[in-house]
C-alpha cells in the first residue's frame, strides 16, 4: 500500500514538471485566496490584541466622559454625523467641582503634544516625545503603574509643581541607564524633577506610549496655549455595584454644565472598558467576515481552475491511461494517482499562500508597530480549505480518469 502510495507520488510530480507553467498559474490562484485568508485575519488578530491589551489595565469601575459616545466613528450611509462641542477646560474644571459621589475620584487629562523634544543636560531627545497634562487622579483611573518613584499628590497638582513622570523608554533615550528619579529635564525651557518612572505599556499604532512624559496639568496649560483642546475626564468608582448609578450623575451634571434642556440629546459621549472592547470585537467581526468573503470568492475560483487544469491532464494523457489499465492497473489506482496529483498542486498553493499572508500580517503589525501573533487558527483553516478544494476539484477528474475503457484509451491520438 505504502509502495504504491509513493508511485501515485512520483507519476504526479512528473506530470506536474512536465506542465510546470500551467501548474504554477493555478498554485497562484489557489495562494491568492489563502493569502486574503490568513493575512487578513492575522493583521485583524494582532490589531484586536492590541488594543484589548490597551484596554486591560482600565478597570471595569471607571467610566471615561469624552467628546462623542463611541471611541470607534463610523461613517457612510448617506447620514450626517453630528458635531458636538469640545470637552473645554472650563468643562472638567466645573465637573471636578460640583460632581460628588461616594468613593468616587475624577481623572482629568489632555495632550499637549506628541512631538516635544526633552533636554537632560548636554543630552536631549528626537522631537518625538509625547507630554501630558494630567490631574493627580490620572494615574489610578487609568490603570497606570509606577515603576519607581512616586506619582503626583493633590499638593503637587493644586501648587502647579515642576515634577514629572517619564515613560520607560525615556531611561535609556535621556538618561543612558542612569536612575532618572532626581534628575532634571527641560521642556521649552522650563525645567522638571523628575519624581516617577512609568511602567512599560508599548507601542500602539506607531505611537510609542512609552515615550512621553506626564506633567501637572496646570503647568502643560501655561506651556502649550493650543486652541480648541479637548480634555478627557475619567471617574472612577470603588464600588462596583454603584457604577449606574455614579454614571446617571455624570450624565445629569454633564447635561446641565452644557446647558441642555430636557428635550436635547446629550452633545458628549460616557463610555465604559466593556462597550469599548464592544466596539472592538464588531470592527474585528466585520473585518474577518470581509477577509471570509474575498477567501471564498477566490477559492471558488481557483477550485474551477484546478478542477479545469485535472480535466485537461486527464484527457492529455489518456493514452498513458490506457496503457497503466493494459498493464493491469486498477480503477482505484488509477483514481488516486489524479487525486494525489490534485491534493499537491492545493497543498503547494496553500503553503506558498500561507506564507504570504503571514508576511502580510507581520508587515500590518510592523507599519503600525504592534504585536505580530502567529495566526495559528487561519493557519489550520487554511490547510483544511485547501484539502477541500482538492477533494471538490479532484473527485470528478480522478472519475473520469478511472472510467476510460482501456482499449478506447489506447487507440486515442
Same mark, same amino acid.
Given at each position: @500500500? ?25 498554485? $497562484? ?10 493575512? &487578513? ?11 484589548? /491589551? ?19 466613528? +463610523? ?9 458636538? =462641542? ?8 466645573? $465637573?471636578? /467641582?460640583?460632581?460628588?459621589? *461616594? ?23 528626537? =522631537? ?21 518613584? %512616586?506619582? $503626583? ?21 535621556? $538618561?543612558?541607564?542612569?536612575? =532618572? ?6 521642556? %521649552? ?22 515615550? %512621553?512624559?506626564?506633567? *501637572? ?9 493650543? *486652541? ?14 454603584? @457604577? ?17 434642556? =430636557?428635550?436635547?440629546? /446629550? ?29 471564498? &470568492? ?8 484546478? @478542477? ?12 498513458? &491511461? ?8 486498477? +480503477? ?41 501573533? &502567529? ?29 476510460? /475503457? *482501456?482499449?478506447?484509451?489506447? +487507440?486515442?491520438?
Amino acid at each position: @500500500m505504502i509502495g504504491l502510495f509513493r508511485e501515485n507520488v512520483s507519476i504526479a510530480q512528473q506530470s506536474i514538471r512536465s506542465q510546470l507553467l500551467r501548474t504554477i498559474l493555478t498554485v $497562484f490562484i489557489i495562494a491568492i485566496g489563502i493569502t486574503a485568508l490568513v493575512g &487578513i485575519l492575522s493583521a485583524v488578530n494582532a490589531l484586536e490584541r492590541t488594543l484589548s /491589551d490597551g484596554f486591560t489595565d482600565i478597570g471595569t469601575n471607571t467610566f471615561n466622559i469624552q467628546r462623542y459616545s463611541q471611541t470607534f466613528q +463610523r461613517s457612510g450611509g448617506g447620514e450626517v454625523r453630528k458635531i458636538n =462641542p469640545i470637552v473645554s477646560y472650563t468643562d472638567v474644571r466645573e $465637573f471636578e /467641582d460640583n460632581y460628588s459621589f *461616594p468613593g468616587a475620584q475624577v481623572g482629568v487629562s489632555f495632550q499637549a503634544t506628541s512631538q516635544a523634544e526633552v533636554k537632560s543636560e548636554d543630552r536631549k531627545t528626537k =522631537p518625538k516625545v509625547i507630554v501630558t497634562g494630567i490631574n493627580e487622579h490620572f494615574i489610578s483611573n487609568s490603570g497606570t503603574k509606577i515603576l519607581d518613584g %512616586r506619582a $503626583f499628590s493633590a499638593s503637587d497638582i493644586e501648587n502647579n509643581s515642576r515634577v514629572a513622570l517619564v515613560g520607560s523608554d525615556m531611561e535609556d533615550a535621556l $538618561f543612558q541607564g542612569l536612575n =532618572p528619579i532626581g534628575q532634571t529635564i527641560s521642556i %521649552r525651557g522650563n525645567k522638571f524633577t523628575v519624581i516617577g518612572l512609568l511602567e512599560e505599556k508599548g507601542s500602539t499604532f506607531g505611537n510609542n506610549v512609552d515615550l %512621553r512624559v506626564l506633567i *501637572p496639568i496646570g503647568v502643560a496649560r501655561s506651556i502649550y496655549t493650543l *486652541p480648541n483642546i479637548s480634555y478627557d475626564l475619567s471617574v472612577k468608582v470603588l464600588n462596583q455595584q454603584l @457604577m449606574d448609578a455614579a454614571k446617571d450623575k455624570a450624565t445629569l451634571l454633564m447635561r446641565s454644565i452644557r446647558g441642555l434642556t =430636557p428635550v436635547e440629546e /446629550d452633545n458628549f459621549g460616557i463610555i465604559q472598558r466593556d462597550e469599548l472592547m464592544s466596539s472592538v470585537d464588531e470592527i474585528s467581526i466585520a473585518l474577518n467576515a470581509a477577509a471570509i468573503i474575498i477567501s471564498v &470568492i477566490t477559492i471558488f475560483g481557483s477550485s474551477i481552475a484546478l @478542477m479545469n487544469i485535472m480535466l485537461v491532464s486527464v484527457t492529455e494523457r489518456t493514452r498513458e &491511461i490506457g496503457v497503466r489499465k493494459a498493464l493491469g492497473a486498477k +480503477r482505484n489506482t488509477i483514481s488516486w494517482q489524479f487525486f494525489i496529483e490534485t491534493l499537491l498542486i492545493s497543498q503547494y498553493g496553500s503553503l506558498l499562500g500561507i506564507v504570504l499572508g503571514v508576511l502580510i500580517g507581520y508587515a500590518v503589525s510592523a507599519g503600525f508597530e504592534i504585536t505580530f501573533v &502567529i495566526p495559528w487558527t487561519a493557519i489550520i483553516w487554511a490547510t483544511i480549505i485547501s484539502i477541500v478544494i482538492a477533494i471538490f476539484s479532484g473527485i470528478i477528474p480522478a472519475i473520469k480518469a478511472s472510467r476510460l /475503457d *482501456p482499449i478506447e484509451a489506447l +487507440r486515442y491520438e
